[in-house]
């Protein structure tokens, strides 16, 4: 996807991709979303937010006596919203999707659906939303207290595992994305649990590889690779003085790496639901924007999710 939103500067919290969504649905109108299974509670509340600042139009596509219900328990009127009657969750799916692909909306979210089969339904062959060559991938952004950045994540919920081309790939679509939100040289970590080169650790030697093709500027101009890092070596300056660590990236770095989607899922659950960060999840890679939350979150980061999807919109023509 060619984001059409411009910026010429970097983006350092959530509230500002928050004023950007607000500039932008000022100038265009509310931008629409196709929710799959449109009945999710806390989805939900984070719609409404959208909605009633006049950011988006929610289009709930799902069982609609579940929606209805789901919409009642939070006291909101289910003929003030727009509902697609679809019972199996892969229809849904799917049905979501083509409300996107043929201009209906702009945005594509996963509401009560799970995650595989969410993206099962969308990756059927009969869509066509993945070329051959498409390497989709999750990335979260956060804002956290104490870091004077956001920080990127990924892969916590699409990639399940990958080896070195994989994660080749998976850098190449987190510092495209970290540059259009204004990170144009960005420090990437590739997290361990130990920053040694452990031949016991096969992911050590990996990252280890990675690094060294970094250092040898393989990378495009600007994007520093280092790893194996541990995940206080990559963002605690002090930390770093402590061990003596030499390295371009450690302590200051705005993208977080991670071989495993067990990895992934268990640090962003743990930023989110121990530590309170501000986050925003997509998927990047499609043709247009995919919002993927976690029922652990709450409205307010939804709709901070619901906000960079927007921004990555841009313009309607």
């Not at 190449?172 to 970290?178: G, I, L, R």
Request: aromatic share 6%; with cysteine; hydrophobic share 45%.
């Amino acid at each position: 996807m060619k984001w059409k939103y411009k910026i010429d500067h970097q983006v350092k919290a959530m509230d500002e991709i928050y004023s950007i969504a607000v500039e932008l649905s000022n100038k265009n109108g509310p931008y629409r979303i196709a929710i799959a299974g449109g009945s999710d509670i806390v989805c939900l509340e984070g719609l409404n937010l959208g909605r009633e600042r006049g950011l988006i139009e929610p289009i709930l596509v799902g069982h609609q006596g579940n929606i209805i219900e789901s919409l009642e328990k939070l006291g909101l009127n289910y003929h003030d919203w727009m509902i697609y009657s679809e019972k199996e969750a892969h229809n849904s799916a799917q049905k979501a999707a083509r409300l996107v692909t043929s201009g209906m909306a702009d945005i594509l979210m996963r509401g009560k659906l799970l995650a595989r089969d969410f993206f099962r339904a969308l990756l059927d062959p009969k869509l066509e939303l993945r070329d051959h060559d498409d390497f989709w991938t999750n990335i979260v952004v956060f804002e956290i207290e104490g870091i004077d950045r956001l920080i990127f994540l990924t892969d916590p919920a699409v990639v399940t595992h990958t080896d070195i081309p994989g994660r080749l790939r998976i850098i190449q679509n987190v510092t495209e994305f970290a540059a259009f939100l204004g990170v144009t040289a960005p420090k990437v970590s590739l997290l361990a649990a130990v920053e040694s080169v452990t031949p016991g650790m096969p992911v050590s030697l990996e990252e280890a590889a990675i690094a060294k093709m970094s250092e040898r500027g393989q990378f495009p101009k600007g994007v520093l690779v280092d790893g194996p890092l541990s995940l206080d070596l990559s963002v605690d300056p002090e930390s770093v003085k402590k061990k003596g660590l030499d390295s371009p990236v450690a302590g200051y770095a705005d993208i977080l790496v991670v071989n495993n989607i067990n990895i992934g899922n268990v640090l962003f659950k743990s930023l989110v639901t121990l530590c309170g960060a501000k986050s925003a999840s997509t998927i990047v890679g499609p043709e247009f924007p995919i919002i993927l939350t976690s029922r652990s979150e709450s409205p307010e980061n939804i709709l901070y999710s619901i906000a960079l999807a927007i921004m990555m919109v841009g313009r309607k023509d």
